[in-house]
């Protein structure tokens, strides 16, 4: 199954499963490796090296790059939602703000005891 098809069946299902980006993305990385070259401005590039200075440089940059991509997914599936159900309701989107908050304060409070 393509990612935009599972996409779109858990678009199909309420009840999504929270996978359905990660499944896709792991799809992307589990291939062969290419290796490219690419032209980047002098001052960010020494930035990201230094960085990167954990790991290695095509890691980090590898990284980087499948966390946009995730991200881009994660829109992607949102919009089909949006297509499909509609936009969140002002309801909705007041419960769901609550909600974040609630999670953020017991997050808060776990990491405060640590």
């Keep these: 199954m393509t990612p935009s098809s599972e996409a779109k069946k858990s678009c199909e299902n309420p009840a999504v499963q929270p ?3 990660e499944e896709a993305l792991a799809d992307l990385l ?3 490796f290419d290796k490219v070259s690419i032209t980047i401005p002098t001052g960010l590039r020494a930035r990201v090296a230094e960085r990167a200075s954990q790991s290695n440089f095509s890691s980090y940059v590898t990284d980087i790059l499948a966390q946009e991509e995730k991200r881009i ?3 992607e599936f949102l919009d089909q939602l949006d297509e499909e159900f509609g936009p969140p309701s002002a309801e909705q989107l007041a419960t769901a703000d609550l909600r974040w908050e609630e999670m953020w304060q017991r997050y808060e409070s776990s990491t405060a005891l640590s």
């Design 19 to 21: 996978s359905v980006v």
């Design 30 to 32: 589990a291939g062969p």
């Design 73 to 75: 997914a994660l829109i």
